[in-house]
């Protein structure tokens, strides 16, 4: 089968750097993305990774190791407003989307 | 640009009623997506179009219909609603997929509550 994990929930504190993993087995690999999903709201779109390394945009960075079917977004800098939930996504061989069930992220003053 | 729109953005229905979801777009993106998003689950796909005309099953398309008779709108219909079937439904759509354009944009949901 194919499966998605990440990790349900995390806290961190304002001002802090907070780490979210997520491990992948998919029927293939077309890249990884990952999205920021605000409650009550629709996901959009943050990063995406098909090749391995650490993508940087701005306090977002992403990585990506394909041997190890290993992702993690890298928050730093946290603010209130990052309280959501973070989903990671892998296309797999189809080019089909497989979803992870999110991470939801609480951020404390 | 508005982006991917849809309507309605809250339903209740009694089972065995039907309703028909509707998603436009207007950045003339060859793929579009339904979702549905329930808790504790990721977002599972019911049904997609590769393009106007086009449809294809997702994950899980018992008990939906789509059509995509317009490239810009993608319609869901839900034939006879039971009570599973209460969750917020997602419409996405992308330029095409397979060469590293398969950024997803995201309406803003329907709540779907079924009695």
């Known amino acids: 089968g194919q499966n998605i994990d990440q990790p349900t929930e995390m806290t961190a504190t304002e001002g802090a750097i907070v780490q979210i993993n997520c491990t992948y087995q998919?029927?293939?690999?077309?890249?990884l993305f990952w999205y920021q999903q605000h409650a009550g709201e629709a996901p959009t779109f943050l990063s995406y990774?098909?090749l391995d390394g650490l993508e940087e945009k701005g306090r977002f960075s992403s990585f990506l190791s394909r041997s190890k079917g290993y992702s993690y977004l890298l928050l730093k800098e946290l603010q209130m407003k990052d309280s959501a939930s973070y989903l990671c996504?892998?296309?797999?061989?189809?080019?089909?989307?497989?979803w992870g069930a999110g991470t939801k992220l609480i951020i404390k003053p | 640009n508005a982006g991917v729109t849809q309507t309605p953005k809250f339903r209740v229905l009694k089972t065995g009623q039907s309703m028909t979801l509707l998603c436009a777009q207007d950045?003339?993106?060859?793929?579009m997506y339904w979702y549905r998003q329930d808790p504790g689950m990721g977002l599972r796909l019911i049904h997609y179009?590769?393009?106007?005309?086009?449809?294809a099953k997702g994950e899980v398309p018992d008990g939906y219909n789509v059509s995509r008779l317009k490239k810009q709108n993608f319609l869901l219909g839900l034939e006879s609603a039971a009570p599973s079937q209460t969750s917020v439904y997602f419409c996405?759509?992308?330029?095409?997929?397979?060469?590293?354009?398969?950024?997803?944009?995201f309406g803003p949901g329907t709540r779907l509550l079924v009695l």
């Open positions: 998919t029927s293939g690999f077309n890249g």
């Open positions: 990774n098909v």
């Open positions: 950045m003339n993106h060859e793929y």
């Open positions: 996405a759509s992308s330029l095409e997929a397979g060469t590293g354009s398969e950024t997803q944009y």
């Open positions: 996504a892998v296309i797999n061989s189809n080019y089909q989307l497989i």
């Open positions: 179009s590769v393009g106007e005309g086009t449809t």
